[in-house]
């Protein structure tokens, strides 16, 4: 069986290039923007009424301004995005924020920045929007408050990264988010973006947002299987029973939360339906050992033991999908083997580390 990888130094460079290559596919594909295009965005006023595109220019940069009275909200509503990433800058004198996961004008998502608070914990609040009610006092400092280095009237930078239930916000190109929080639950997972503006003006610029691949949740997963087997695609016939993973707010496929005593080998599968042959990408990160099969080829495999900081984004391999169901097997075991008989917990040998996050890219 040929390998596309060895898990060696070749297979870092090459998968590195090959993330980078799929990486920015994706964001051709998938990304909005530059800047605004008005046939695209709605504008209405606080009550509600449609309104007309403003397209000014402040301090030296085209912006679409919102006044907070005539031109109160500017709603991007032909997107429903979970997961993303959005980039702009943005100068207000007061309230200037953003909705997303948008249902409708009454209930969203919403982040916001107060620039004359600027440096204070109330420069920039989280709040989940219910029924049009803006309950900024529920959601509060330490928690949903965090200060930012931002002045009224003047541009600062601002991206915010939504995946699943995480949202970030990182503030003039800040390595560390201001903002790392779990969302609070509303109506919808997903939806369009508005831009909204609060007592007075405020101007957004060089808008741009990406959607991030969700993870493949949904597998089937197999009984245990002893560590000592070298397990192929072959012994898929041993299986005797699949069981669905658990619906989960995280992206990770924990394999120990499925079993009382966690100290084997399972095979997990996935079908993946593709409307014509093409060739696609598999993003992936995983603890301890791997093999990746996809239509019974054999196109991932590390037989050593991988023990680190799992990332979503950290490896990757090309795959060929075919018109019609596409079987993706993964092959998993966990660290067990790394401590010999397995890690001693409160009595019992067995893994601690054991499981798999995965993307994919259609190229």
């Known amino acids: 069986m040929k390998y596309l990888f060895s898990f060696e130094t070749r297979y870092i460079e090459i998968s590195k ?107 920039i609040q989280y709040i989940p929007i219910y029924n049009g009610a803006l309950s900024w006092v529920f959601y509060n400092a330490p928690t949903y408050e965090k200060t930012a280095a931002i002045k009224k009237m003047e541009w600062f930078h601002v991206v915010i990264e939504v995946r699943n239930n995480r949202l970030k916000v990182f503030v003039n190109h800040s390595e560390e ?80 939360s499925y079993f009382e005593h966690p100290k084997g080998v399972v095979f997990a599968k996935k079908n993946i339906v593709s409307e014509q042959d093409k060739q696609a990408t598999l993003i992936f990160d995983f603890a301890g050992k791997l093999r990746i099969f996809l239509n019974e080829e054999e196109v991932f495999h590390y037989a050593k033991h991988k023990l680190d900081r799992l990332k979503n984004d950290k490896m990757a391999v090309l795959i060929k999908l075919k018109k019609g169901v596409n079987e993706l097997i993964f092959i998993s075991e966990g660290d067990a083997d790394i401590f010999g008989d397995g890690f001693n917990s409160m009595g019992r040998k067995q893994h601690q580390n054991w499981g798999f996050v995965v993307h994919l890219i259609n190229n």
Do not use: C
């Open 17 to 123: 290039k090959l993330l980078f290559t799929a990486l920015i596919t994706f964001i051709s594909l998938m990304t909005y923007g530059q800047g605004f295009d008005k046939e695209q965005w709605s504008i209405y006023s606080e009550n509600n009424k449609t309104e007309t595109f403003l397209d000014v220019i402040h301090n030296d940069k085209q912006a679409l301004k919102l006044n907070s009275k005539e031109q109160a909200i500017a709603w991007l509503k032909n997107i429903d995005y979970k997961n993303f990433r959005l980039e702009m800058d943005i100068a207000g004198a007061e309230m200037s924020g953003i909705g997303f996961h948008v249902k409708d004008e009454q209930n969203y998502q919403f982040i916001y920045f107060r620039p004359g608070y600027g440096g204070t914990e109330e420069a």
């Open 177 to 256: 988010a201001q903002i790392d929080i779990t969302l609070l639950e509303t109506d919808t997972q997903s939806g369009s973006i508005l831009l909204r503006s609060m007592f007075g003006d405020s101007y957004f610029a060089n808008f741009n947002i990406t959607e991030i691949p969700g993870p493949i949740t949904d597998w089937q997963i197999s009984e245990q299987f002893e560590r000592d087997e070298t397990l192929a695609y072959e012994d898929l016939k041993k299986v005797t029973s699949w069981k669905k993973t658990k619906p989960s707010v995280g992206e990770f496929i924990n394999l120990s």
